[in-house]
């Protein structure tokens, strides 16, 4: 046998045993047109998986949209970001104010100053107020990620809200999510690499939550002399000047997690020589009025001198030090190392949990050549062989986000207040915007899949289909069910919420179900399967991977 | 999994990954139990912690009635000493508060050791980092990342004991997080909704022909269902006459807890949480909101030592709270987030009938920026005494990260 033809019998063959869905056919060896490749799922098994890692759920309207337009230029046209968002997005949006303010504007009307006489009722107000940025924030990430028409702009923020992860548990990293969220996160994750990198360096959330903002070159002897003699009275600032120095927590986890990854060819010199170069990278202070709380370089915190950066030397730049931070940056956005582990992460994103080398080092090409597009590094992993590979068709379990979001798309609740959701999110462990960790929540199966976490979700499940979640509004889920035909509910439910035919397990266990209720005429117990049967597919074995 | 380090690593790192539960450590215990392996050991230490989320307020629960202060700092909310829905008097400084004199009679017993004016010298008032810092032992230490119990469970692992740990609530608290498995008992309704268990049951049963990676999840599927149904079981089991638990809040999650100790299947940490102690506005006095919440907790706490009969005696159940609140009332008829608490022990060896702790009043002088309940006894030095008496546990140098105990008077019998 020629071995194209051996190879494509043994994918053949997977298929078989690894789909053995109800509606099994043999799958066609058809070309996707542009990407000439061959083909082992059928056509509707290929629009399911490419609408599993390129949107954060499928649904039975988009994969009709996206059969029509052709999935590759579907995914061109998603790669510009750029489609109008629809009205229910808008109003909700527009109904959350502080999501189109800057943080100026967010410091100057939620963060209400009290003085030492206010009253509690004051307190209890101004307490309030500087809750609301960060809750419409967390509100804002639900809402585009439900709703957005920007799908697979959605699931690049996804990625890069826990690539470069914040939490807003710390400190002003609250009031500061908005403007990262909005500017950072959404707003540059389909352009370049470096912008972002740049971006997320400069912002004061990032600053803040890695500690850079305190970084300081050591005080001189001769400063602690003065400072000592200023502040006779006041032995905390002198011990403060004594202490102040380097802070390496951002240097590291900027090579460690957002570049080069972990033990990728930097050494603890480095560390401290990035660390240096980035003194000064601070956030201003209050006395600086209208920036107050933005990015400032201070030259007083800068380390002087020449550094080696990995091998480079970065000259030491008196005129503009804070060029030589900007160096730096440059340095990791375009260093092999980089475009080495952003290509392992995000093919690890979309397409297994354990990439094969030769797609890493053939996406890390190319983004080395597109220089850090990260929408050319997207339709690459796209084009690639291996995405279609049958192997990987429902191989990702979905994290928590990923299972809410997806379970809220396919039942298409009405979403009025979100708390619930939130909170139903921190039952799951994955709270966002409150990774205490700088890693970002992980993505692969091994970190979720505890038996404690899997009863979480059933009962989350069952909660959405019984629109016992509070805030959300379920639409009336026997519309569309013909009364007088009961066995066919779950098919046509299965249609609606999984977009793929059932497993035999699970179209079994549904029969059983419907059996036990259907021999009952009485008309609340066939209303009370509908809930079930939805809880059922939400919470079965297909609907958690993607 | 393919790689158990791995596994563990990644658990370590990921606070995501923290609700652990051990399939089938149920099931191998029923075996063990059928062959009576467990009726000859010595009984072992048990410890259950109740957490009052959100910060209770201590001084409306131990109340220095004695204080001239303490009713004028609280015109609407005080409880009166004497009279209708008066204290339960401790001595000639406390009195509980009288939702809680369903606990006096073991006060009486001396079974019950009240400590006041202990917490956390850190000075957070954020729930989030006060009962992090609290239940990692570790205040102000960010990098602490097993809770303080969880590292008990690891450093005193013991080979013939299988189920040691667990948490009766879905959510894992950080107390019991880290690399020893614990189980979470995954919410009620799940583990009691009988259709619905035969449900999951049957879309996690095994599909012949489907290939190892469908397995992860089948698997893990399937073991949830063994554990719900087996902990279904061990709950069901009819144990004798039990002691009547109130219905609210912790009454359900005692009643599994004394459950599981009257089923000996080898429970040593066991963590409730009682939420709802964030009392900002309406808090009430002697009746009212915390009042209703005070009597459900005492009255469970009381049901449960009744209930677990002679065991009470290798049992200490503890109550805490992340910090007390202000002395002074708000405009509310609430109070803010404070410093200082408070804790119950409660059987075992404990040194009852006697109010733990310093004592140096409510003037302004004696309170902690001239608002709160001070911190005179470090929370770790409770915690120290209760693993080296209570769990007859030698805790090594390191064990609270930078605090060596101070030694402050016994709280247990020697």
């Known amino acids: 046998m020629p071995r194209t033809l051996q190879l494509l019998a043994a994918l053949v063959a997977a298929w078989w045993t690894v789909c053995p869905v109800e509606s099994q056919k043999t799958p066609s060896a058809e070309k996707e047109a542009g990407s000439g490749k061959e083909a082992v799922l059928n056509e509707d098994a290929r629009i399911h998986h490419f609408l599993n890692r390129f949107t954060l759920g499928a649904t039975p309207a988009l994969a009709a949209e996206v059969k029509k337009k052709g999935m590759r230029a579907w995914l061109v046209e998603q790669l510009r970001g750029d489609r109008e968002e629809k009205k229910s997005l808008r109003d909700a949006i527009a109904e959350r104010p502080a999501l189109s303010l800057s943080t100026a504007e967010i410091a100057k009307k939620y963060a209400i100053r009290v003085g030492p006489d206010a009253t509690v009722k004051e307190r209890r107000e101004a307490r309030r107020m500087l809750n609301e940025p960060p809750r419409q924030m967390l509100d804002g990430v639900m809402l585009h990620a439900i709703l957005s028409e920007n799908h697979v702009r959605e699931v690049a923020a996804d990625f890069f809200r826990n690539h470069f992860a914040v939490s807003i548990e710390k400190g002003p990293v609250a009031l500061l999510s908005v403007d990262w969220e909005r500017e950072v996160i959404r707003g540059k994750s389909l352009g370049t690499f470096t912008d972002m990198l740049a971006a997320t360096a400069h912002h004061p959330a990032m600053l803040f939550f890695l500690d850079n903002h305190l970084s300081c070159r050591p005080a001189t002897e001769d ?178 986000f990923e299972f809410v979001v997806s379970a809220l798309r396919a039942t298409g609740a ?109 008309r609340e117990r066939k209303r009370d399967l509908v809930p079930l049967l939805v809880a059922g597919i939400l919470g079965s074995p297909e609907f958690q991977k993607q | ?219 893990n599927g399937k073991s949830t269902v063994e554990t719900l149904k087996e902990y279904r079981g061990i709950l069901g089991r009819g144990v004798g006459k039990r002691a009547t638990f109130p219905d609210s809040a912790p009454g359900p999650q005692l009643k599994d807890v004394a459950q599981l100790l009257r089923a000996n299947v080898g429970l040593q940490v066991a963590c409730v949480d009682v939420k709802g102690w964030d009392d900002h506005v309406n808090e009430g006095g002697a009746v ?12 469970s706490v009381a049901a449960f030592a009744e209930d677990i009969g002679d065991q009470i005696n290798n049992t200490l159940v503890m109550v805490m709270t992340e910090f007390g609140r202000t002395c002074r009332e708000n405009g509310n008829e609430g109070t803010d987030h404070g410093h200082g608490g408070f804790m119950f022990l409660l059987g075992g060896g404990v040194q009852g009938g006697k109010v733990h702790g310093e004592w140096k009043g409510l003037d302004d002088g004696a309170l902690y920026q001239k608002r709160d309940l001070p911190v005179h006894t470090d929370f770790r030095d409770v915690f120290a005494q209760v693993l080296q008496s209570h769990m007859q546990f030698k805790a090594p140098e390191s064990y609270f990260h930078d605090f060596s105990p101070a030694g402050m008077p016994a709280l247990f019998k020697a």
């Open chain 2, 1 to 219: 999994m393919k790689n158990s380090s791995r596994r563990s690593f990644l658990r370590a790192l990921a606070i995501g990954s923290s609700v652990i539960a051990m399939p089938n450590m149920l099931l191998r215990l029923s075996a063990q139990e059928a062959k009576g392996e467990t009726e000859a050991k010595p009984a072992d230490p048990v410890l259950v912690v109740l957490y009052l989320r959100g910060g209770a307020d201590a001084l409306n629960i131990l109340v220095p009635y004695a204080d001239p202060r303490y009713s004028k700092m609280r015109p609407t909310i005080a409880i009166p000493a004497e009279g209708e829905n008066a204290i339960v008097k401790l001595d000639d400084r406390f009195g509980l508060h009288p939702a809680l004199k369903s606990l006096h009679p073991w006060y009486t017993k001396k079974k019950l050791a009240p400590i006041t004016c202990v917490g956390s010298h850190h000075g957070t008032r954020s729930h989030f980092d006060a009962q992090d810092f609290m239940e990692y032992a570790a205040p102000g230490n960010r990098t602490v990342r097993d809770g303080w119990l969880n590292r008990y469970l690891q450093a005193s692992q013991k080979q013939d004991v299988k189920l040691r740990g667990v948490a009766m609530q879905g959510l894992l608290p950080r107390s019991l997080r880290g690399d020893y498995s614990v189980l979470a008992v995954p919410d009620r309704t799940v583990t009691q909704d009988g259709e619905l268990l035969e449900l999951f049951e049957d879309l996690y049963e095994d599909q012949p022909g489907m290939a190892k990676r469908d397995d992860d999840v089948r698997e």
């Open chain 1, 223 to 400: 400063e602690i002399k003065e400072i000592e003699r200023r502040s006779r009275n006041n032995p905390e600032r002198l011990e403060a000047a004594r202490q102040r120095g380097l802070n390496e927590n951002y240097a590291r986890e900027l090579m460690e997690l957002h570049t080069l990854g972990v033990d990728n060819g930097y050494t603890q010199d480095d560390v401290i020589e990035l660390a240096k170069l980035l003194t000064g990278w601070t956030i201003a202070p209050k006395s600086a009025g209208q920036r107050h709380m933005e990015f400032m370089f201070a030259p007083s915190f800068h380390c002087a001198g020449e550094k080696l950066l990995l091998g480079t030397t970065i000259a030491a730049n008196t005129e503009d030090p804070q060029q030589e931070g900007e160096q730096a940056l440059k340095l990791l956005a375009a260093h092999d190392g980089t475009a080495s582990f952003l290509a392992f992460k995000l093919c690890r994103w979309l397409v297994n949990d354990d990439p094969s080398d030769a797609l890493v080092r053939r996406i890390a090409s190319v983004f080395r050549n597109k220089k850090g597009d990260i929408a050319a590094v997207l339709l690459a992993i796209f084009d690639s062989p291996e995405f279609f590979d049958a192997a990987n068709y429902q191989a990702k379990y979905k994290r928590p």
């Open chain 2, 288 to 299: 009212g909101a915390m009042a209703t919440r005070l009597k459900s907790l005492a009255d």
């Open chain 1, 414 to 522: 009405e979403l009025m207040d979100l708390s619930q959701l939130h909170r139903s999110l921190v039952e799951m462990n994955e709270a966002v915007y409150r990774c205490a960790d700088p890693t970002g929540y992980y993505d692969q199966a091994e970190a979720w899949q505890d038996p404690g976490a899997m009863a979480v979700r059933w009962k989350f499940a069952h909660d959405l289909a019984r629109g016992r979640i509070g805030g959300l509004r379920m639409p009336d889920l026997m519309a569309g069910l013909p009364e007088d035909d009961v066995p066919s509910w779950k098919d046509i439910l299965a249609r609606k919420l999984l977009c793929t035919p059932m497993s035999d397990a699970t179209s079994r266990a549904l029969d059983k179900l419907v059996k036990s209720h259907a021999d009952d005429n009485a």
